[in-house]
């Protein structure tokens, strides 16, 4: 495969800061994030989630970043090329082939979860929420999902609206794209955490978020955490690579990642004190589960002042989070194609367009028609969301850091993070430090929890014993 050819950068570092921040804050900060934080009990999981960041998620970001801009190409080829360099097997380049195929994965089902989100978007533009109670919000999220045909609509049209930005190429689709949204992402975030200030009861989700109560965690809740800000962070799979490739020669790696980490985590905890002060101001449950945003808040929307705008607000910049992040899952499928030199962006984005859209097909089916087909009870949608996330994110982020703190010498490492060896000993002994032993283990860990290793390793330990 040719990787002569050269892709474009970003018009600034600050671009790619938005578009990188564009990628993390997605469907996994809003809709995800409250819930699961809600599930684990609130406070407690919050500072062992910022831990994880901080400890894991970071490191692994900054080496992601790192290879992507010192191999220059889509995850595939700048493994290939940076191993070859280094005097390593060009095997490595199956990290970013692992990468490329979960970024896939994750494309065919985020777009059918955010095509509920447009559904949303336009059942309150509409009127269709005004005044809905409790029992009606779950009767319609039901109606929505078992509805095939409904969810093919709003999945189609999310996927199309992708392909166009990312067929337009780097600077007037991705940059163009990201310029425009996330100004008003970032807007609407901070205009609902003022409303839900003031309307909502603003004291009961501080406290909730913030006050530890360690009582509710559990080593599960722990490796849970990981996984959030792994995922979250749009970390293992090439998306950052990618991005990352794209970078002017000159950009600092450590503090351009710890700013994009620092985006995404407010940004997350801003979703929190947008959410819970409404849940809570109308006595609903926030341990729900993932139905919170789409049943529970729509119920707080439909019962309150303004709700209809509120929540055309919402589910906009819920729309607007997955489209950013989108676009980041099929960049580097697209660059890997544009590589092979026989493909225009075009052409490449509509190949990788339909091919996630054929999946998602399947994942949609799975919440109606296809419900009773699973395998290991699991449909197919659960099969690609457990694949991705839970196997080959952490499986493609403990490569990385494999690759960049124990394959790579860490003279050349530190020097391509522009650490001169005097100026910078101590930080650069821990990044080594959190680079060679801390994240792999924490990322061996989510690994082996969430494949459920454990549990057969366990089994088969108490068989023998
Ligand atoms: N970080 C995105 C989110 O929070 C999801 C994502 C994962 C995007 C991996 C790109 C790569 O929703």
């Not at 409904?150 to 337009?168: D, E, P």
């Not at 407010?266 to 101001?281: K, Q, Y």
């Amino acid at each position: 495969m040719s990787t002569d050819i050269k892709h474009e950068t970003w018009s600034s570092r600050w671009v790619f800061i938005l578009a990188a921040t564009g990628s993390a804050v997605g469907l996994g900060n809003i809709w995800r994030f409250p819930y699961v934080t809600g599930e684990n009990g609130g406070g407690a999981f919050v500072l062992v989630y910022l831990l994880c960041v901080l400890l894991v998620g970071l490191p692994v970001m900054i080496c992601e970043v790192m290879l992507g801009k010192h191999g220059r190409a889509s995850p595939i080829n700048a493994m290939k090329n940076l191993a070859i360099g280094a005097k390593l097997s060009e095997k490595w380049g199956l990290v970013g082939l692992l990468g490329i195929v979960a970024g896939f994965l994750i494309l065919s089902f985020y777009s059918v979860i955010a095509g509920w989100s447009l559904a949303y978007t336009f059942y309150f533009v509409t009127g269709t929420m005004e005044t809905i109670g409790p029992q009606s919000a779950e009767v319609f999220f039901n109606r929505l999902t078992e509805s095939a045909s409904a969810m093919l609509v709003w999945h189609s049209i999310f996927l199309v609206v992708t392909c166009y930005m990312v067929g337009r190429g780097l600077k007037r689709g991705l940059e163009m794209t990201v310029k425009s949204l996330m100004p008003i992402l970032f807007l609407m975030l901070f205009g609902l955490v003022c409303y839900s200030a003031v309307v909502g009861n603003f004291g009961d989700a501080l406290v909730y978020l913030f006050r530890p109560n360690f009582s509710a965690l559990t080593g599960e809740s722990i490796l849970i955490a990981l996984g959030q800000a792994f995922f979250s962070l749009s970390l293992g799979m090439g998306s950052l690579m990618i991005y990352g490739a794209y970078l002017p020669k000159q950009t600092p790696i450590i503090r351009t990642s710890a700013m994009i980490g620092i985006a995404d985590t407010l940004v997350a905890l801003s979703a929190g004190l947008a959410i819970f002060p409404i849940v809570f101001a109308y006595g609903l449950e926030a341990g729900q589960g993932p139905g919170l945003v789409f049943v529970t808040l729509t119920v707080a929307f439909g019962a309150m002042p303004f709700g209809q705008i509120l929540g055309t607000l919402f589910f906009v910049l819920l729309s607007i989070a997955a489209w950013t992040s989108a676009i980041s899952l099929l960049e580097p499928i697209v660059a890997w194609m544009l590589e092979g030199g026989r493909l225009t962006r075009v052409k490449a984005t509509l190949i990788g367009g339909a091919g996630a859209w054929l999946l998602g097909v399947f994942s949609l089916l799975s919440f109606n028609i296809w419900g009773d087909i699973t395998i290991f009870s699991k449909n197919f949608f659960e099969i690609s969301e457990f694949l991705s996330t839970s196997i080959m994110l952490p499986l493609g982020g403990l490569l990385i850091v494999l690759f960049s703190g124990w394959r790579l010498k860490s003279d050349t490492a530190l020097e391509w993070l522009g650490i001169e060896a005097k100026e910078w000993k101590l930080r650069a002994k821990v990044l080594i430090l959190l680079v060679k032993v801390v994240a792999p283990l924490g990322v061996a860990a989510v690994l082996v929890n969430s494949s459920g290793l454990d549990r057969i390793g366990l089994k088969v330990f108490s068989l023998i014993f």
